[in-house]
């Protein structure tokens, strides 16, 4: 253990401890996205994402959702995330691959999550990312917000709203059917 911890010291860093940030809201509930502008626009100026797969996918559904998380993927690692000159390439092909996923019976969701970044209790005595004394969240640094976009591909369910009769009702009906309206 004492070796290891030599090594970590000499090669300047630190552990660093991520934690839900207490003031802002826990997550809340997915929205739902279906063109890659909007989608981009939501997920602009974020720290990281997470992405979140159905289970059980067959090899042309895993092959889609691959695809679709790929260019997400390869957006972030550009750094061009920040940048409304990548946008539109990237939101065309964000199109197509969302485009494919709902016509294979597929949505695409995503929230914001907020975390804390806090360093270790060890401090290295080296200038990290952040240019203070430390590293990454140190001693003497504050803990640094991160914006994490959580994004999920879910298989839909179509669902009908009937009543007892089997009469549909609902926002989906409109207002002057009453051949269809229940009582």
Do not use: C, Y
Not at 25 to 32: E, K, N, V, W
Not at 36 to 43: D, E, I, K, V
Not at 140 to 151: G, N, Q, T, Y
Not at 177 to 182: H, K, N, T, Y
Request: glycine share 14%; hydrophobic share 40%; no cysteine.
């Amino acid at each position: 253990m004492r070796a290891q911890q030599r090594r970590t010291e000499s090669s300047g860093f630190s552990s660093v401890l991520v934690v839900p940030d207490p003031a802002r809201a826990a997550a809340g509930p997915f929205r739902l996205f279906t063109t890659g502008s909007a989608l981009l626009r939501f997920a602009g100026g974020l720290n990281g994402f997470r992405s979140i797969w159905p289970e059980r996918l067959g090899d042309e559904h895993a092959d889609l959702v691959s695809a679709f998380f790929g260019v997400l993927r390869d957006w972030i690692a550009s750094g061009d995330h920040n940048s409304i000159h990548a946008e539109p390439g990237v939101s065309r092909t964000l199109d197509k691959h969302i485009k494919a996923l709902v016509i294979s019976g597929f949505v695409v969701g995503a929230r914001e999550r907020f975390l804390l970044l806090a360093g270790g209790t060890g401090r290295t005595g080296r200038t990290g990312r952040t240019g203070r004394t430390g590293g990454i969240g140190g001693i003497e640094a504050k803990p640094e917000s991160w914006r994490i976009v959580d994004i999920k591909v879910q298989p839909t369910v179509l669902a009908g709203i009937v009543d007892a009769a089997g009469n549909g009702f609902g926002p989906a009906m409109a207002a002057d059917d009453d051949s269809r309206a229940g009582p």
